[in-house]
């Protein structure tokens, strides 16, 4: 897949963004008090921890002494996450909104003033101001499906799946690795469709391989849904086995959705 330019990754990520607090603008008080999947997190939390993550991103472009700390924080205690989430939810839900668009606000700033080859550390690997960007159009997706799912509106699907596919596509050795797992020594082809194009990565001779809807692989990477809850088809045992524990974000996979089967 050929890397889209800086300047195409920040409208996405804004467009993104600008999708999900137009969603959030039409809520009644009452709306965002409704349970997500996510276990113990409301919509308030959703977006909560958005914003906790917007200044997270800050903090590692702009004191990254300070984000290191924050990482360590954030290996030895399986809480933080949550903690930031729980406090940021106790404001009221304009605060809360009002909160994440200026927080999201600034990352855009910030990222489009990180010069190019500048690595950012983050909570994985370090990486650039565009994987970044890829990385919080994922959790922008991620949880506003979360939000979504709360309200009973369907997944979306656009253009800009395709960064949250190149991250799950990406990781795929450190998802291997999180498990406690030897990562494949080969390289996959994958095949992703949206509309009427066709998204690629790896060597076309590959031997092993992944194909199916774009939309069903992004929300499956950010573990939005379950493996049987969309139309993959996975040729030879390791890329079978990715399917199984595909992540696109850093940290603890969590654990995952069951089939909607189940919870219909």
Do not use: C, N
């Amino acid at each position: 897949m050929t890397r889209p330019d800086p300047a195409v990754l920040l409208a996405d990520l804004r467009q993104e963004g600008d999708l999900l607090a137009e969603l959030l603008r039409s809520l009644s008080a009452e709306d965002w008090a409704l349970p997500t999947p996510a276990e113990g997190w409301t919509i308030r939390h959703q977006v909560a921890h958005l914003t906790w993550t917007e200044r997270t991103v800050l903090s590692a472009i702009e004191d990254p002494a300070v984000f290191a700390r924050l990482r360590e924080r954030f290996r030895e205690e399986a809480d933080v996450v949550d903690r930031g989430a729980q406090e940021g939810a106790a404001r009221p839900p304009a605060e809360i909104l009002a909160s994440w668009q200026e927080s999201r606000r600034r990352v855009l700033e910030r990222l489009a003033a990180v010069p190019e080859g500048e690595r950012i550390p983050w909570i994985g690997p370090p990486m650039g101001a565009p994987m970044m960007a890829s990385a919080r159009i994922m959790e922008t997706f991620a949880h506003g499906q979360d939000v979504r799912d709360a309200l009973g509106v369907s997944p979306v699907a656009s253009h800009r799946l395709r960064h949250v596919a190149h991250l799950g596509v990406a990781t795929r050795d450190y998802t291997f690795k999180q498990r406690r797992l030897d990562p494949p020594a080969e390289p996959f082809r994958v095949e992703l469709t949206h509309e009427d194009e066709t998204w690629t990565w790896g060597p076309a001779e590959a031997g092993q391989r992944v194909h199916g809807p774009a939309l069903d692989f992004a929300l499956l990477a950010t573990r939005r849904r379950h493996r049987q809850d969309g139309r993959f088809v996975a040729e030879g045992p390791d890329a079978d086995a990715w399917l199984d524990i595909v992540q696109a974000f850093a940290g603890r996979p969590g654990p995952g959705r069951a089939p909607l089967s189940q919870t219909e």
